[in-house]
């Protein structure tokens, strides 16, 4: 009998490591379960946030490509004032120089003529690249310069003091003019001239 109570003592010590083992393993395990969790959790966090990272710097690299482009769509080839002789019959004045060209001898490549008259000053282009703009207001951009000459391009119009006009060159620049004085005949007109690449 002693030997079955001794038997059945060994039996229920086992038991008991046993069960205590295994629910260290279980303990162990769940930790290291939950310990991968958590780590494939920060893992996915820090992932998600160094792609998020990444993914805003890409949005921000795209922007700096972008706001490049722009830069470098809205270069400024010249920008100032200009005084351009009026003589007759005609000047003639190309913007694809810097400084701009002005000359009483026909042209080649010319952007506008100033040409004296009745009236006092006549601002012409005779492909119709000139484009009017009210008088005033903010000063035009590239793109707005673009949009006028394409909805309101003409060939001419009067250089009268105030008067504002876009621009496009010969070799395809676009630029924004504004009569600062005019002579009202032959004689010195001033103008500010921004000339785009």
Do not use: H
């Not at 038997?7 to 295994?22: D, I, K, M, P, Y």
């Not at 494939?40 to 700096?64: L, V």
């Not at 630029?175 to 001033?190: N, R």
């Amino acid at each position: 009998m002693a030997v079955v109570f001794l038997g059945f003592a060994v039996l229920v010590a086992a038991a008991v490591v046993f069960l205590t083992a295994g629910r260290g393993g279980e303990g162990e395990a769940s930790a290291g379960a939950d310990g991968s969790q958590g780590g494939a959790q920060e893992g996915a966090q820090g992932s998600g946030t160094e792609s998020g990272g990444d993914g805003g710097g890409g949005r921000g690299e795209a922007a700096a490509e972008d706001s490049a482009g722009q830069e470098q769509e809205d270069t400024v080839l010249f920008e100032d004032e200009l005084s351009v002789e009026v003589a007759s019959p005609y000047t003639y004045v190309d913007l694809d120089t810097d400084p701009p060209l002005r000359t009483d001898s026909r042209i080649d490549g010319r952007d506008f003529v100033l040409r004296p008259n009745i009236d006092g000053v006549a601002f012409e282009n005779s492909s119709g690249g000139i484009a009017p703009l009210p008088e005033g207001g903010q000063a035009p951009d590239k793109a707005a310069c673009l949009d006028a000459i394409e909805t309101n391009g003409t060939s001419g119009a009067d250089f009268t003091p105030g008067a504002r006009f876009c621009v496009q060159t010969d070799q395809g620049r676009v630029a924004s003019i504004e009569a600062v004085s005019s002579p009202g005949g032959v004689g010195t007109a001033t103008l500010q001239a921004t000339v785009w690449e």
